[in-house]
């Protein structure tokens, strides 16, 4: 595994490789070396998932919106597994699940994500948190736009007018 290849510290390591290559590589490099991050990571590490997360962003960045789900969906499930539910990388990746599913019009998958994180940002960081606040945005776009359903969309914006 990785401590054999990176020491006692793998973790570290790994982190300030993510890091370096999310900041100094070209999009083109970027992907291939997180795929060389994540072989080496190890699956009870969080580093692990932010790689994953960030393939899946870059994945969706461009275009490749199945194979993007794939990556974020395994992201949400080891984050939930090494993080818990109530972890910030845990919602964010919620939240990037929604943001792709309604570029892929899947309307009601992304409620579901939305909702999931909305109940949990309320009871960890309040109603009025700007990253709640930014759920009940999403979710009230999707509403207007996507399904249409213009009550609940007002219901939503109402909701992030009086936070």
Not at 51 to 56: A, E, F, R, T
């Amino acid at each position: 595994g990785s401590c054999g290849l990176l020491g006692e510290d793998s973790a570290k390591a790994l982190n300030a490789a993510y890091k370096c290559c999310c900041v100094v590589l070209s999009d083109g490099e970027k992907m291939a070396e997180l795929w060389r991050l994540w072989e080496m990571a190890n699956p009870e590490e969080a580093v692990t998932y932010d790689i994953v997360h960030q393939g899946g962003c870059e994945l969706y960045d461009q275009g490749s919106y199945e194979v993007a789900k794939a990556f974020l969906l395994t992201a949400l499930e080891g984050r939930r597994r090494v993080l818990g539910d109530e972890h910030k990388d845990t919602l964010d990746t919620m939240n990037n699940l929604g943001v792709l599913l309604d570029n892929m019009e899947d309307y009601e998958g992304l409620l579901d994500y939305y909702q999931q994180a909305l109940r949990v940002q309320e009871k960890v960081l309040g109603k009025t948190h700007p990253s709640t606040m930014g759920t009940v945005m999403n979710m009230a776009i999707s509403y207007m736009d996507g399904l249409k359903d213009f009550e609940k969309a007002e219901e939503m914006y109402r909701l992030a007018l009086d936070g």
